[in-house]
C-alpha cells in the first residue's frame, strides 16, 4: 500500500558528490528538494576514494561536509535505502513511486551506537571495503556514513536477536517491510552515477582468479587512510609489494566488451595512485602500462610530468595476458612498442586494472529519458545545456550524462541545479505550458 506521498519542487535522484551538489544548491535557493539514494549511506563512490587529482585533497574531507550539510539542511528530505520504482507524468510535474527498504532498524531510535554490530557473530564482505575485509551482518554502513543509522542484511542473518538484546534503545525490528511512498514533483534531476567495469571481464587478465589483479576502486582502499589493511598490501599474503604494475584500458577502449569509448579518468586515476604509492611505498618499483596517456584537464599534464619525475615508469604497450607464478606474483606478458614491437613477460606483485566507467543503470527504463549509444542520459541537443535531457523538466548530472571527473560531475550539478530552477521558475510564471499526462 502506497503512504500519503510528499510534495516537492524538485526530486535529486542519486546522492553521489553530483546529486548532493545539485541538492544544496537547489534548497540554498530556498526549493523543496528530496534526495533519494538507493544505498544505506549516501556519499557515492567519491566516499571511498583516497584523494583527488590533480590537487591529492582528501576526498573523505571534501565529501564528508557535504553529507553532513544535506543531513541538516532544512528544505531537503533526505531518503536513503530507497529506490525509484516508476516515474509519470502528472500535470505539470512529475509523479515518481519510490520503495524505502526495510533496515531492520528503527532509524527514529537508532543512535548510531554500534552495539548490535559488536553483538552479532556473523561476518560477511564488505562492499565498502571491495570485499577485502569483512563487516557483521548488523552494522552502521562505515564510519562517516549519513545517517549514522545500522542497517540489518536480512538474507545473512541467523535471527539469533543477539543485535535485538544489545541495543540500548530497542530500534532492531525485525518485523520491517519495505514501504511505497509517492513523491509528487514539478522537476527531476537523475545524478545517478556510475558502475565500473567488472573486474574479471576480461578473463586474459586474470582477475578474479588471481589474488593479486586489483582494479583501481579497491586500490583506492588501500590507499585511504580507512583502509582494510591501512597500508598498501597484498591481498594473497599481506606482504608490502616491492613492484606494482597497471594496466591501462582494462575495461575502455575495447569492441570485445561493449565499451568502446574512452572513459577519460582511468589515466588520471593510475597515476594518482602511482604518486600516492611512491609516497607510501617509497622503494616500490611501479610500472604503468598503456596505449594513450589522456590528460584533459587543467593542470593535468603538469601531474603527469611530475609522476614521470617521481620516477614512475610508463611504458607504452599493449598488455595480452597475465599469469601468476606459484607465489601468487603476475606475470604480465605485453607488446612493448618503443619503435621496434617486441613481447616481453615481466613479473610484478601486484597489478592494478584500470577498469571503466558504465552507467549505473538504465535511466530510460524508469524514467523514460533516451540513452545515447553508450548507455548514458542523451543530451537535448549539442546547443543546449548538457545538463538537459529530452524530456521536460527532468535533468541530469555527473556520470549519469557520460565518464567525466569530480571536478565536471560538480560543475555539471550547478548547471543542472540552475536549469531546474529556471524551470521551476517558469512555470510558477505560467511561460513554460505544461505537456499533455504521458507524453514527453
Do not use: W
Not at 574531507?61 to 541538516?72: F, G, R, W
Amino acid at each position: 500500500m502506497t503512504e500519503p506521498g510528499l510534495r516537492v519542487d524538485a526530486l535529486v535522484v542519486g546522492g553521489g558528490i553530483a546529486g548532493m551538489q545539485a541538492s544544496l544548491d537547489l534548497a540554498d535557493q530556498g526549493y523543496r528538494v528530496a534526495l533519494i539514494e538507493r544505498q544505506p549511506s549516501i556519499g557515492g563512490k567519491m566516499i571511498t576514494l583516497s584523494k583527488v587529482f590533480p590537487t591529492l585533497d582528501c576526498c573523505s574531507c571534501i565529501t564528508t561536509p557535504k553529507m553532513s550539510a544535506v543531513a541538516h539542511h532544512a528544505n531537503i528530505e533526505l531518503l536513503t535505502y530507497t529506490e525509484v520504482q516508476s516515474v509519470e507524468r502528472r500535470g505539470q510535474g512529475y509523479a515518481a513511486q519510490v520503495v524505502k527498504k526495510p533496515r531492520y532498524v528503527n532509524a527514529a531510535t537508532c543512535t548510531g551506537c554500534r552495539q548490535c554490530e559488536y553483538a552479532c557473530p556473523i561476518d560477511i564482505p564488505d562492499p565498502f571495503q571491495m570485499g577485502m575485509s569483512a563487516h557483521r551482518a548488523i552494522r552502521v554502513p562505515y564510519s562517516t556514513a549519513v545517517p549514522q543509522t545500522a542497517v540489518l542484511d536480512i538474507d545473512h542473518c541467523l535471527l539469533c536477536g543477539k543485535c535485538e538484546k544489545a541495543c540500548p534503545v530497542g530500534a532492531v525490528d525485525f518485523t520491517q517491510l519495505p514501504e511505497a511512498l509517492e513523491i509528487e514533483t514539478d522537476a527531476l534531476i537523475l545524478a545517478t552515477g556510475f558502475e565500473t567495469t567488472p573486474r574479471d571481464a576480461k578473463a586474459e587478465y586474470g582477475a578474479g582468479a588471481f589474488p593479486n589483479v586489483i582494479d583501481g576502486l579497491m586500490m583506492e582502499r588501500l590507499l585511504a587512510p580507512t583502509g582494510p589493511y591501512l597500508h598498501v598490501l597484498r591481498p594473497s599474503d599481506g606482504k608490502e609489494p616491492d613492484s606494482i604494475a597497471y594496466v591501462q584500458c582494462a575495461g575502455s577502449r575495447d569492441e570485445t566488451l561493449g565499451v568502446p569509448y574512452c572513459s577519460r579518468v582511468c589515466c588520471m586515476y593510475a597515476i594518482k595512485q602511482a604518486m600516492l604509492i611512491s609516497g607510501s611505498l617509497p622503494m616500490a618499483d611501479i610500472t604503468i602500462y598503456y596505449m594513450d596517456i589522456r590528460t584533459f584537464g587543467k593542470g593535468y599534464e603538469q601531474f603527469y610530468q611530475n609522476a614521470k619525475a617521481m620516477g614512475v615508469e610508463f611504458v607504452k604497450g599493449k598488455v595480452a595476458r597475465i599469469t601468476e607464478d606459484e607465489a601468487h606474483s603476475p606475470i604480465v606478458r605485453v607488446e612493448v612498442m618503443d619503435g621496434a614491437s617486441r613481447i616481453v613477460d615481466r613479473k610484478h606483485d601486484l597489478v592494478v586494472l584500470s577498469v571503466g566507467m558504465l552507467p549505473e543503470y538504465d535511466p530510460g527504463a524508469v524514467f523514460g529519458v533516451p540513452v545515447a549509444e553508450d548507455g548514458f542520459v542523451e543530451a537535448a541537443s549539442p546547443n543546449l545545456s548538457p545538463s538537459m535531457s529530452t524530456r521536460p523538466g527532468i535533468f541530469a548530472t555527473g556520470t549519469a550524462m557520460g565518464p567525466m571527473d569530480i571536478v565536471d560531475s560538480i560543475v555539471l550539478a550547478g548547471a543542472a541545479a540552475s536549469e531546474a530552477a529556471a524551470y521551476l521558475e517558469g512555470l510558477r510564471a505560467g511561460v513554460i505550458q505544461p505537456i499533455a499526462s504521458g507524453t514527453a
